[in-house]
């Protein structure tokens, strides 16, 4: 399993690879490879852009790209159970474990948005949203500390600790206090 850092030299090596093609035409896997990394990346925008720049005749001729679209289409509309059942694929070897990690890190994704949402939310609810059968998901929310009924089949997810403030440069933290004082005597 490749790391976000891999994949983003990956992703460079690719537009390289675009940018230097003859005639402006790279190969169909280099399109394909890029828009897999491009959607793992969570840059939609990247990816609708070039899904557009894609010659239709490339398009065409490789149905797998056709659905690595698909999947961002279900990704650009939030479809969590949308997104999960277009991944559901025989990949090629080099999208293959792109798709893998898109998967992993959607379900990730999932997981917060539902921590952030929800203070309490069906299982099958959950399930649907994390792409995972019902005890699958009710076990790795229970992993991950949340809650779970079995009488009433809900689950109370664990809010996240909000991060730190970040310390203050001595600087800045002066010039606060400054500000303070000056308002307190005015």
């Not at 490339?58 to 056709?66: P, R, T």
């Not at 990690?101 to 997981?111: D, H, I, M, N």
């Amino acid at each position: 399993m490749s790391t976000s850092e891999e994949f983003a030299k990956i992703a460079s090596d690719l537009e390289t690879q675009e940018l230097e093609s003859p005639l402006g035409v790279a190969a169909p896997n280099v399109y394909s490879q890029l828009l897999a990394i491009y959607l793992l990346q969570n840059e939609m925008s990247h990816a609708k852009f070039l899904w557009k720049r894609i010659p239709q005749a490339v398009k065409a001729a490789n149905a797998e790209m056709g659905f690595i679209w698909a999947v961002g289409q279900k990704i650009w509309l939030r479809d969590f159970p949308g997104i999960y059942d277009s991944l559901k694929k025989d990949w090629s070897e080099p999208i293959k474990n792109i798709m893998t990690a898109l998967q992993e890190s959607t379900r990730q994704r999932a997981f917060m948005l539902v921590s952030q949402a929800y203070s309490s939310i069906s299982g099958d609810d959950l399930a649907s949203f994390v792409g995972l059968p019902l005890k699958e998901a009710i076990d790795a929310a229970i992993q991950r500390g949340w809650e779970a009924n079995a009488q009433t089949r809900m689950v109370m997810p664990k809010k996240p600790a909000p991060p730190p403030d970040p310390p203050l440069p001595n600087e800045q933290q002066l010039g606060v206090l400054t500000d303070y004082v000056s308002f307190l005597e005015n």
